[in-house]
């Protein structure tokens, strides 16, 4: 305890500095200079900061023994080379990471600065895409430290440290004496409000039984909070990780614990389970833990943990009541963030079929490595199957998809649309959302005029409304074609969904709407058949009609053209066209329709 309030009250005088009015100089500003160059992802200030605290710019080398026994210190960043069993020999890690000798540390001044500098940039990037959080200084310059931060008295003691470092970044006039930017930290946000008072306090009351300032203001234990989802709390396991090895991230894992929230937090911290996973969900509120860092190798699905990250959501594969809406928003938001966290993991390649619920990897083989957010039933070698049949991929996938996801809207009567390959196949891994809302619309028809879709993987959805989650008229996939659908509304939505792999023609819809106030003509449908095909097409119409039938190319040059007067079929000879996909429109005085023909 002794050595403990020692350091306390060194750390307190040192944060004393934006109280005075004489600043030490410093003098290895090129020293400094040359470490940011060499690194510039590390914050400029940083390095000023913590050689300040720890040396005041002095490079220690042969200081008086303490007169307490207080471990040395070296160089100008101030790092421990034996820490007598207390504190961590950070020297020793710093070396290793750097790549800089243990004696050039200990001797130059330049490559004590350079090593820190290369230590903090290797933390940095095991901690992407955070740079510039303030969490993530702290959590950074945690690592980094000599001290140990188990109990609370030493936990305290950390955060003294850390606070007196990143308040140095964070005052105005040092920021002008030493030339370097306000970085805008957030303190209360790294050290939270009621600690924060605490640190920030000129008397402190420690004793075994807790910490409290003049106010009786208390100081809780700091590591609750999480470095790569800041939204989470933090309660890190020292066991069951291991190294991912240089494998790069490039998956998501949704599990279900079969269990309780604060157990699963627990078990993963028995260094006996031999199981561990990247972060815990609760199903009352969405409330995260995070347990093992992103950039470690949690052990949650077997031979398949190099690359996944392990989502554990409290509940039971048999009970859906555990998948509370708040559950789901919470983990698609933590899916979303990894999937903008760097590892190239497409958002879109989420588990979205039907048949995922009840689809298990080792006896359908699917759905493969394609798919990259998925849950452990649908891996290979698993004899697990959460999170099970109750877990909805659908809303899942809608919840990490929709905000990132651009809806056309059309207000016209009637028109076509089409899917994105337009005269030709889709594309992979397509999403698209066309909402049909024609002004003072009350019903809307919609006729497919071709539909070919790989079964099994690409699916078109139709929605009476303006969302994907407002009633679901119909799902669609393969070639058979949807009947006419006549929807009681006034907005339609149409999504399509393709996956990684494979694409086929797609589809061609033609609407047609019901305006209120306007006493609707009667509209003649038109028929094109067959649809592939080879010598000749017919279009048939629902009654007698007239006006201009014109056929174009997929460049849109017309390559028919023919005035038809009071008729209901007619044949078009293709011949002398190429293979291909060709545009038929029919205009008349109330009508307008264009449908997509492949020509074999």
Known sequence: MRTILLFLLITFSLNLFSQSNQLPINNYEQEFANAYNQYPDVPKGLLEAVSYTMTHFSHLQNTTESCVGLPKTYGVMGLTLDGQNYFRNNLNYISQVSGISINDILQSPQQNILAYAAAYHHELMLLSPFYNKSQNFAHILSNLSELPSNELQQDYALNAHLYAVLSFMDDKKIQQ??????????????????????????????????????????YKHSNNKSIDYPPALSNMTTCNFSSRNGTPISAVTIHTIQGAYAGAISWANNCSSNVSYHYVLRSSDGQVTQVVLESDKGWHVGSENPYTIGLEHEGFVNDSSWYTAAMYQSSADLVRDITQSGYGINPLRTAYFPWSSTTHYNASSIPGSCIRIKGHQHYPNQSHTDPGANW???????????????????????????????????????????????????????????????????????????????????????????????????????????????????????WNAVIAGIQELPKSMIRVYPNPANQTVVIEFDEFESGKLIMRDAIGKEVYFKEIQHSKRHSISLEELSKGIYFIQFQSAQNNQTIKLIKQ
């Not at 303190?187 to 640190?199: A, D, I, M, P, Y």
């Not at 306090?201 to 420690?206: L, T």
């Not at 790989?454 to 009633?471: A, N």
């Open 177 to 218: 004496t030493y030339n370097f930017p306000n970085h805008n930290l957030d303190l209360v946000n790294v050290f939270g409000e009621e600690n924060l008072k605490v640190l920030q306090s000129s008397q402190i009351n420690i004793s075994e039984d807790g910490i409290y300032n003049e106010n009786g203001k208390s």
């Open 392 to 510: 909805d991929w659908d809303y899942f996938f809608k919840l990490i998809n929709d905000p990132t996801s651009t809806t056309v809207v059309n207000t016209n009567q009637t028109g076509t649309v089409t899917d994105l390959g337009g005269a030709g196949n889709y594309t992979d891994d397509e999403r698209t959302l066309f909402l049909i809302q024609p002004t003072n619309a009350t019903a809307i028809t919609l006729t497919v005029n071709q539909f070919d879709t790989e079964p099994t993987w690409d699916y078109l959805y139709i929605y009476k409304g303006t969302t994907v989650f407002d009633s679901l008229i119909g799902r669609y996939d393969g070639t058979s074609i949807p009947p006419t659908i006549n929807v009681n509304s006034g907005a339609v939505l149409i999504e399509f969904r393709s996956d990684c792999a494979t694409t086929n023609p797609g589809y061609d819809i033609s």
